[in-house]
């Protein structure tokens, strides 16, 4: 049986998933992270706070036209959720180092957050980057 606290969390991952990163409600993050948020994406980067929070949600359509998060599964208990989703859209401005392909991109991510007092206050990312680096003509396919 899932308790309140679990699926309450499982509502606050699924709610980050579609006003944060698919609408892109800045205006929505300081209600579901904490101030001191840690997001890790090591070793590509590790971004502190609500203002690198923002920077990084509002400069995801200048690198990716239409970009947006498909769930496959949610998994919530009482203090983290773990979603997995599809990343897709088309590569129109740099992503790091690599210029603008114009290709489409499609690849997963699996996100762990910790929650605590009702907002995320870390969280760990781990995208399949070579896939979509591979699709944009960054590493050559095997």
């Known amino acids: 049986m899932t308790s309140d606290l679990a699926a309450r969390n499982r509502a606050l991952g699924l709610t980050i998933n579609r006003e ?14 904490a101030e001191d948020i ?30 947006r998060e498909d769930l496959k599964t949610v998994v919530a ?13 088309r590569q129109t401005g740099p992503w790091g180092p690599i210029p603008p392909s114009g290709r489409e991109v499609e690849y997963d991510e699996i996100v762990i957050m910790t929650i605590r007092d009702g907002k995320v206050v870390h969280q760990t990312g781990v995208a399949d980057n070579l896939r979509g680096l591979r699709q944009v003509g960054a590493i050559r396919s095997p």
Do not use: Q
Request: net charge negative; no cysteine; proline share 4%.
């Open 20 to 33: 944060i990163w698919n609408e892109r409600r800045v205006d929505k993050i300081a209600d579901y992270y």
């Open 38 to 67: 840690v997001s890790d994406y090591s070793p590509y980067v590790v971004r502190r706070g609500l203002d690198e929070m923002r920077a990084a949600i509002t400069g995801i359509p200048g690198t990716f036209e239409g970009f």
């Open 77 to 89: 208990d009482e203090e983290r959720v773990v979603l997995h989703f599809t990343i897709r859209g």
